[in-house]
């Protein structure tokens, strides 16, 4: 595994912190397209984590069980195809089980320092930049990453995009869902979420998906010296959330 900080990879990285539903995956598809990154959502190493540790029927507050799986799923599968397991699609790992069971799984240190361990080998497995989102990206994973995003959104809204985002879902019990998320987020000893202290803040609630985009991409080619021009950014409806803000 690749050391913490390592040189050649932190100079190449994109970091994309925020809480849920602020915007993250939409901005970060978009800058991937425009800029030609490597893109990498964090958040799925976890909900790998939680969905083994669902499928072989592992207690959540089995500590000792649940950092043992960590190690057996890298060691079995390698980082990259670690990412890409068969196993798992996007809806099984977007399930109500395996949703819930995230953030307990996220609050243990051991697996967080297996995750981090992962997510640094595959940038530094990558041929080009990357741009990764997360919720510890630029404080944790990767502090000396040159061009970091703080991107927020009131909890209101976020839960208005998830309902415009997915069918089938109440508003009342998602914005709940939200608010405890953020709780345990925000509080948990390990890598917390909070904004980086270089990382550049940017509150979507009010804006739509083009100036979220236009401000990250403005901020990047500054950061970067890159003059390669900023195409018009294009999403769906659902990618842009309620009132066509960003999602």
């Given at each position: 595994?690749?050391?913490?900080?390592?040189?050649?990879?932190?100079?190449?990285i994109?970091?994309?912190?925020?809480?849920?539903?602020?915007?993250?995956?939409?901005?970060?598809?978009?800058?991937?397209?425009?800029?030609?990154?490597?893109?990498?959502?964090?958040?799925?190493?976890?909900?790998i984590?939680?969905?083994e540790?669902?499928?072989?029927?592992?207690?959540?507050?089995?500590?000792?069980?649940?950092?043992?799986?960590?190690?057996?799923?890298?060691s079995?599968t390698?980082?990259?195809?670690?990412?890409?397991?068969?196993?798992?699609?996007?809806?099984?790992?977007?399930?109500?089980?395996?949703?819930?069971?995230?953030?307990?799984?996220?609050?243990?240190?051991g697996?967080?320092?297996?995750?981090?361990?992962?997510?640094?080998?595959?940038?530094?497995d990558q041929?080009?930049?990357?741009?990764?989102?997360?919720?510890?990206?630029?404080?944790?994973?990767?502090?000396?990453?040159?061009?970091?995003?703080?991107l927020n959104?009131?909890?209101?809204?976020?839960?208005?995009?998830?309902?415009?985002?997915?069918?089938?879902?109440?508003?009342?019990?998602?914005?709940?869902?939200i608010l405890?998320?953020?709780?345990?987020?925000?509080?948990?000893?390990?890598?917390?979420?909070?904004p980086?202290?270089?990382?550049?803040?940017?509150?979507?609630?009010?804006?739509?998906?083009?100036?979220?985009?236009?401000?990250?991409?403005?901020?990047?080619?500054?950061?970067?010296?890159?003059?390669?021009p900023?195409?018009?950014?294009?999403?769906?409806?659902?990618?842009?959330?309620?009132?066509?803000?960003?999602?």
């Open positions: 595994m690749m050391a913490a900080g390592h040189p050649t990879t932190t100079e190449t994109v970091a994309v912190d925020g809480p849920a539903a602020a915007g993250k995956t939409t901005t970060s598809r978009v800058l991937m397209a425009i800029f030609g990154l490597r893109y990498l959502e964090s958040g799925r190493i976890y909900r984590i939680a969905a540790a669902l499928r072989r029927n592992l207690p959540p507050d089995d500590i000792a069980a649940i950092e043992a799986l960590c190690e057996e799923l890298l079995e390698g980082p990259n195809t670690a990412l890409a397991s068969p196993r798992h699609t996007p809806d099984s790992l977007r399930s109500p089980a395996v949703t819930g069971l995230v953030p307990g799984v996220a609050r243990i240190p697996v967080r320092t297996h995750a981090t361990a992962l997510i640094r080998q595959w940038a530094a041929a080009a930049p990357c741009i990764i989102e997360g919720r510890d990206i630029g404080t944790a994973v990767f502090p000396a990453a040159p061009v970091k995003f703080y959104a009131t909890p209101e809204v976020r839960a208005e995009r998830r309902v415009g985002q997915e069918s089938g879902l109440s508003y009342p019990a998602v914005l709940q869902d405890r998320r953020d709780y345990q987020d925000t509080t948990r000893a390990s890598a917390p979420l909070i980086a202290r270089d990382a550049i803040e940017i509150d979507t609630t009010d804006l739509t998906i083009q100036q979220v985009i236009h401000r990250m991409a403005t901020a990047y080619r500054a950061r970067r010296g890159k003059d390669k900023i195409r018009p950014a294009r999403a769906s409806d659902a990618e842009l959330g309620n009132r066509g803000a960003v999602g």
